[in-house]
């Protein structure tokens, strides 16, 4: 039955291009011209790229040189983190003026639960147009949006109008919108999922819809059950103003890649310390340590160790590292080493209710 579903009108708010559009906005000579935020060394990586250089094909996390290659104009710009936390305070500012319930996934997106609202607006797609608006005025740049009954289609949604518009997904269209939708713009499934699921026959929202609980648990594990509900409208995932941290990390990339275990584990005692702070910071500590290791050719591969109990001390960190990087030799020359913990002291074991129901009858109110 329907009345076993949540009732909720989601808001996803994207900025367009945060981080370069901040430099455009903060230099006008920039402005209209391609540029990257990011190192365009050997081993700078692209952080972000203005809509001007998407159009040559660059994006974010390209390496800095490929960037040039693609467009030989591309200017490049180091980034400013406390500038765009800056801004994103201000967005978030704005947020709050129609809703407490905002969770922000990074410092240019978050979903807003306007479900019952600060402003007694009915309509979700008036209150994001609205948003919008006051970020450009106030802010002086362009968002887009995605407006629907969760935070899945949400999230699909605001991708679709892009730069500065938006797309409701009225529960009527739900089903209609998610059957057509290619399977590649389905949140959560990356290149590699795709690949798959194109082996199977599976290209569009439709044909994941045709394949039954048991088949896509078989071939795509805990992630199956995932796929089967949200195809069907469903997915019962809150907006969290206060999200708990699953983990913390820190990573860093070499100027020259290493070939040599004991230059490695050198900087894993620095990479190492930086954790340690960050958990002391916030006051949390964890069980499992987990070794992240990108080779010179870009693969890139993990492993990890849970301990029996929490940990937050440099040197425990650093030897669980070791014992981590020991455990296989390393394939290639190293370009990128990270240490994070997880499995955190402030994780709350929350009882997962699986939904049961399928939207065979679209909730009918005002959107």
Do not use: W
């Not at 190192?39 to 790229?49: I, L, P, W």
């Not at 922000?104 to 948003?131: C, R």
């Not at 992240?292 to 890139?300: A, P």
């Amino acid at each position: 039955m329907l009345s076993d579903l949540p009732i909720r009108k989601i808001i996803h708010v994207d900025m367009d291009a945060f981080y370069a559009s901040v430099e455009q906005m903060d230099n006008p000579d920039l402005k209209g011209k391609p540029i990257a935020v990011g190192g365009s060394s050997k081993r700078g990586v692209v952080s972000a790229a203005s809509y001007e250089a998407r159009t040559f094909g660059v994006r974010s996390a390209m390496s800095g040189v490929k960037a040039r290659r693609l467009c030989e104009n591309l200017i490049f710009v180091r980034p400013r983190f406390e500038r765009y936390q800056e801004i994103s305070k201000k967005i978030r500012k704005i947020f709050f003026d129609y809703t407490d319930k905002v969770e922000p996934l990074s410092l240019d997106e978050a979903y807003l639960d306007v479900t019952e609202n600060k402003k007694g607006n009915p309509s979700a797609t008036l209150i994001a147009k609205e948003i919008r608006t006051r970020i450009f005025k106030e802010v002086g740049l362009t968002a887009s949006a995605g407006i629907s009954i969760n935070k899945f289609i949400a999230k699909v949604a605001s991708d679709y109008n892009k730069p500065n518009g938006q797309k409701t997904v009225n529960p009527e269209d739900v089903l209609p919108f998610l059957e057509a939708l290619d399977i590649r713009k389905f949140y959560g499934v990356g290149k590699v999922t795709a690949e798959k699921m194109y082996q199977l026959g599976i290209f569009t929202g439709k044909d994941l819809k045709n394949k039954s609980v048991e088949y896509l648990d078989n071939h795509f594990g805990k992630s199956g059950r995932y796929y089967y509900h949200v195809v069907r409208g469903i997915h019962t995932s809150e907006v969290t103003p206060n999200r708990i941290r699953k983990s913390l990390a820190a990573e860093r990339t070499f100027r020259e890649n290493l070939s040599s275990e004991i230059f490695m584990l050198e900087k894993l005692e620095h990479i190492a310390e930086e954790v340690s702070k960050r958990l002391t910071k916030s006051k949390v500590a964890g069980k499992t340590v987990t070794l992240k290791i990108k080779y010179s050719d870009f693969t890139l591969q993990t492993r990890s160790k849970t301990l029996p109990y929490f940990i937050s001390d440099k040197s425990i960190i650093l030897e669980t590292a070791k014992d981590l990087l020991y455990q296989e030799k390393p394939q290639n020359s190293v370009r990128l080493l990270g240490i994070s913990l997880s499995n955190l002291n402030t994780e709350k074991k929350a009882k997962q209710v699986e939904p049961k129901k399928e939207v065979s009858v679209q909730l009918r109110f005002v959107f």
